[in-house]
């Protein structure tokens, strides 16, 4: 059975920092991705990383600020978030992808507010 779960979501400041969490375990995913979606927005892609961890791409919006790594021993995604900002409140899910299909988490609520 395939499982994901994400963790880590919360309440903060702007100027704050939260870790996310993603364990997702199974099957050996080629792709691991991590999705937001704000409130009454479209769900949007963040950051991606290779199985490998050797390929990462960042949304323009979180360059520099967003952190994605991989622990293959703990089967388990990680997004550093550093100087967060309102415009960053969502529900994040990881988004894991083997073969034609993906999975995801039940997703982490992340709110940045004064």
């Known amino acids: 059975q395939v499982q994901v779960v994400e963790s880590g979501g919360g309440l903060v400041q702007p100027g704050g920092s939260l870790r996310l969490s993603c364990a997702a375990s199974g099957l050996i995913f080629s792709r691991w991705n991590w999705y937001r979606q704000p409130p009454g927005k479209e769900r949007e892609l963040v950051a991606t990383i290779s199985r490998t961890g050797d390929d990462i791409h960042y949304a323009n919006s979180v360059k520099g600020r967003f952190t994605i790594s991989r622990d293959n021993a703990k089967n388990t995604m990680y997004l550093q978030m550093d100087s967060l900002k309102v415009e960053d409140t969502a529900v994040y899910y990881c988004?894991?992808?083997?073969?034609?299909?993906?999975?995801w988490g039940q997703g982490t609520q992340v709110t940045v507010s004064s």
């Open positions: 988004n894991v992808i083997w073969n034609a299909l993906d999975y």
